[in-house]
Protein backbone atom coordinates (compact mmCIF):
# COMPACT_ATOMS: atom_id res chain seq x y z
CA UNK A 1 0.00 0.00 0.00
CA UNK A 2 1.13 3.40 -0.70
CA UNK A 3 2.30 5.82 2.16
CA UNK A 4 1.22 9.69 1.94
CA UNK A 5 0.21 12.51 4.57
CA UNK A 6 -3.33 12.50 5.44
CA UNK A 7 -4.73 15.13 3.02
CA UNK A 8 -8.77 15.57 2.98
CA UNK A 9 -10.74 17.56 0.76
CA UNK A 10 -14.08 19.19 2.62
CA UNK A 11 -16.89 21.09 1.39
CA UNK A 12 -17.54 24.16 2.62
CA UNK A 13 -18.80 23.52 6.54
CA UNK A 14 -18.22 25.68 9.76
CA UNK A 15 -14.54 25.52 10.91
CA UNK A 16 -15.94 25.22 14.66
CA UNK A 17 -17.36 21.80 13.45
CA UNK A 18 -14.09 20.75 11.57
CA UNK A 19 -11.72 21.66 14.36
CA UNK A 20 -13.89 19.26 17.23
CA UNK A 21 -12.89 15.75 14.65
CA UNK A 22 -10.22 14.17 15.90
CA UNK A 23 -7.49 12.59 14.21
CA UNK A 24 -7.25 13.27 10.48
CA UNK A 25 -10.44 12.34 10.02
CA UNK A 26 -13.91 14.22 10.15
CA UNK A 27 -16.92 12.12 10.48
CA UNK A 28 -21.23 11.82 9.97
CA UNK A 29 -25.12 10.68 12.05
CA UNK A 30 -28.77 11.21 13.53
CA UNK A 31 -29.52 10.73 16.99
CA UNK A 32 -30.97 7.16 18.09
CA UNK A 33 -29.62 3.91 20.36
CA UNK A 34 -25.82 4.23 21.63
CA UNK A 35 -24.64 1.07 20.29
CA UNK A 36 -21.96 -0.02 18.10
CA UNK A 37 -22.68 -2.11 15.20
CA UNK A 38 -21.75 -6.13 15.15
CA UNK A 39 -18.07 -7.00 14.45
CA UNK A 40 -16.88 -3.51 15.69
CA UNK A 41 -15.46 -3.37 18.93
CA UNK A 42 -14.93 -0.98 20.13
CA UNK A 43 -11.24 -0.21 21.76
CA UNK A 44 -9.08 2.69 22.74
CA UNK A 45 -7.91 3.82 19.88
CA UNK A 46 -4.58 4.01 21.12
CA UNK A 47 -4.02 0.46 21.81
CA UNK A 48 -4.57 0.03 18.00
CA UNK A 49 -1.92 -0.90 15.55
CA UNK A 50 -2.50 0.73 12.15
CA UNK A 51 -3.73 -2.51 11.22
CA UNK A 52 -5.94 -2.86 13.71
CA UNK A 53 -7.25 0.57 13.26
CA UNK A 54 -7.74 0.15 9.37
CA UNK A 55 -9.66 -3.38 10.23
CA UNK A 56 -12.28 -1.44 12.13
CA UNK A 57 -12.42 1.25 9.75
CA UNK A 58 -13.22 -1.63 7.03
CA UNK A 59 -15.81 -2.82 9.90
CA UNK A 60 -17.27 0.45 10.13
CA UNK A 61 -17.51 0.70 6.15
CA UNK A 62 -19.17 -2.43 6.13
CA UNK A 63 -21.90 -2.18 8.41
CA UNK A 64 -22.63 1.50 6.90
CA UNK A 65 -22.93 -0.60 3.93
CA UNK A 66 -25.21 -3.03 5.16
CA UNK A 67 -27.32 -0.61 6.24
CA UNK A 68 -28.59 0.87 2.77
CA UNK A 69 -31.31 -0.96 1.99
CA UNK A 70 -31.80 -1.48 -1.02
CA UNK A 71 -28.69 -2.91 -1.28
CA UNK A 72 -26.17 -0.65 -3.54
CA UNK A 73 -23.27 -1.23 -5.80
CA UNK A 74 -19.75 -0.26 -4.44
CA UNK A 75 -16.68 -0.67 -4.96
CA UNK A 76 -13.02 0.30 -3.33
CA UNK A 77 -11.69 4.02 -3.58
CA UNK A 78 -8.06 5.73 -3.05
CA UNK A 79 -7.43 3.78 0.64
CA UNK A 80 -3.92 5.19 2.21
CA UNK A 81 -1.50 5.04 5.05
CA UNK A 82 -0.32 7.97 7.01
CA UNK A 83 2.72 8.18 9.61
CA UNK A 84 0.11 6.92 11.94
CA UNK A 85 -3.44 7.35 10.55
CA UNK A 86 -5.15 5.10 7.87
CA UNK A 87 -7.98 6.41 5.38
CA UNK A 88 -10.64 3.35 3.92
CA UNK A 89 -12.60 5.06 0.90
CA UNK A 90 -15.77 3.24 -0.72
CA UNK A 91 -17.65 4.57 -3.79
CA UNK A 92 -20.83 4.10 -4.66
CA UNK A 93 -21.41 2.77 -8.55
CA UNK A 94 -25.23 2.72 -8.35
CA UNK A 95 -27.30 5.90 -9.55
CA UNK A 96 -28.79 7.60 -7.13
CA UNK A 97 -31.57 9.83 -8.78
CA UNK A 98 -32.13 13.64 -6.96
CA UNK A 99 -35.93 12.23 -5.91
CA UNK A 100 -33.89 9.56 -3.99
CA UNK A 101 -30.73 11.12 -2.51
CA UNK A 102 -32.34 12.36 0.63
CA UNK A 103 -33.89 9.27 1.54
CA UNK A 104 -30.39 7.47 0.56
CA UNK A 105 -28.56 10.59 3.04
CA UNK A 106 -31.41 9.99 5.70
CA UNK A 107 -30.52 5.66 5.88
CA UNK A 108 -27.19 6.38 6.16
CA UNK A 109 -27.20 9.14 8.95
CA UNK A 110 -29.62 7.52 10.91
CA UNK A 111 -27.31 4.20 10.85
CA UNK A 112 -24.55 6.34 12.09
CA UNK A 113 -26.80 7.53 14.76
CA UNK A 114 -27.80 3.92 15.71
CA UNK A 115 -24.32 3.09 15.83
CA UNK A 116 -23.00 5.99 18.41
CA UNK A 117 -21.70 7.96 16.20
CA UNK A 118 -21.96 11.97 16.90
CA UNK A 119 -22.66 14.41 13.77
CA UNK A 120 -20.09 17.08 13.94
CA UNK A 121 -20.82 18.59 10.72
CA UNK A 122 -23.51 18.19 7.94
CA UNK A 123 -23.54 20.04 4.40
CA UNK A 124 -27.09 20.77 2.41
CA UNK A 125 -25.97 22.13 -0.05
CA UNK A 126 -29.24 20.79 -2.74
CA UNK A 127 -26.15 19.78 -5.48
CA UNK A 128 -23.38 18.45 -3.32
CA UNK A 129 -24.74 17.55 0.21
CA UNK A 130 -22.26 15.85 2.92
CA UNK A 131 -22.42 13.99 6.26
CA UNK A 132 -19.86 14.21 8.98
CA UNK A 133 -19.73 12.12 12.08
CA UNK A 134 -17.25 10.69 14.52
CA UNK A 135 -16.84 7.86 16.87
CA UNK A 136 -16.44 7.83 20.62
CA UNK A 137 -13.20 6.43 20.15
CA UNK A 138 -12.18 8.98 17.70
CA UNK A 139 -12.93 7.42 14.10
CA UNK A 140 -14.00 10.11 11.44
CA UNK A 141 -16.84 8.87 9.01
CA UNK A 142 -18.19 11.09 6.24
CA UNK A 143 -20.29 10.37 3.29
CA UNK A 144 -20.02 13.38 0.64
CA UNK A 145 -22.16 13.18 -2.69
CA UNK A 146 -19.93 14.39 -6.08
CA UNK A 147 -20.75 14.86 -9.46
CA UNK A 148 -23.65 12.72 -11.16
CA UNK A 149 -24.39 12.09 -7.44
CA UNK A 150 -21.99 9.42 -6.35
CA UNK A 151 -22.06 8.99 -3.02
CA UNK A 152 -18.17 8.39 -1.71
CA UNK A 153 -17.38 7.13 1.85
CA UNK A 154 -14.65 7.39 3.71
CA UNK A 155 -13.31 6.80 7.16
CA UNK A 156 -9.97 8.41 8.40
CA UNK A 157 -8.76 6.53 11.75
CA UNK A 158 -7.11 8.85 14.66
CA UNK A 159 -3.77 8.36 14.97
CA UNK A 160 -2.39 4.81 16.34
CA UNK A 161 1.06 2.63 16.84
CA UNK A 162 2.64 2.63 13.19
CA UNK A 163 2.59 -1.08 11.50
CA UNK A 164 2.58 -2.46 8.18
CA UNK A 165 -1.63 -1.81 6.64
CA UNK A 166 -2.69 -4.16 4.18
CA UNK A 167 -5.38 -3.96 1.51
CA UNK A 168 -9.46 -4.28 2.63
CA UNK A 169 -10.23 -7.82 2.80
CA UNK A 170 -13.75 -7.26 1.83
CA UNK A 171 -14.54 -7.54 -1.63
CA UNK A 172 -16.74 -5.29 -3.52
CA UNK A 173 -20.28 -6.07 -4.62
CA UNK A 174 -19.60 -5.17 -8.04
CA UNK A 175 -16.68 -4.51 -10.19
CA UNK A 176 -13.47 -3.70 -8.45
CA UNK A 177 -11.91 -1.32 -10.60
CA UNK A 178 -8.78 -2.08 -9.28
CA UNK A 179 -6.02 0.57 -10.62
CA UNK A 180 -8.41 2.27 -12.40
CA UNK A 181 -8.25 6.23 -11.91
CA UNK A 182 -9.94 7.66 -12.09
CA UNK A 183 -13.31 5.23 -10.81
CA UNK A 184 -16.29 5.66 -13.29
CA UNK A 185 -19.44 7.82 -12.44
CA UNK A 186 -22.31 5.68 -11.23
CA UNK A 187 -23.22 3.32 -13.89
CA UNK A 188 -25.51 0.78 -12.37
CA UNK A 189 -28.94 1.00 -12.61
CA UNK A 190 -31.73 0.23 -9.37
CA UNK A 191 -35.60 0.51 -9.47
CA UNK A 192 -35.29 2.45 -6.14
CA UNK A 193 -32.67 4.28 -6.04
CA UNK A 194 -32.62 5.25 -9.52
CA UNK A 195 -36.46 6.06 -10.10
CA UNK A 196 -37.19 9.51 -10.64
CA UNK A 197 -40.47 9.25 -8.13
CA UNK A 198 -39.77 10.78 -4.49
CA UNK A 199 -39.72 7.65 -1.78
CA UNK A 200 -43.15 7.00 -0.11
Not at 40 to 51: C, E, G, I, K, S
Not at 128 to 150: E, H, N, V, W
Request: glycine share 8%; charged share 25%; aromatic share 6%.
Amino acid sequence: MKLRSCRISLPVVTVAALLTVGGCGVGVGEKADKQQPAGVPLAPATNLTMQEAAERADAMLDATMSAIRPEVQWAHGYNSAGSCDVTRHRVVMTIISKERLGSFLGIVQRSWEKSGYEIKAVNKDKEFPALYAQSKDGFGIDLTIGAKRQASFRVSTPCVKKSEVSDPTTSPNGPSYKNVDPIPRPNVRSEFWSSDKPAK
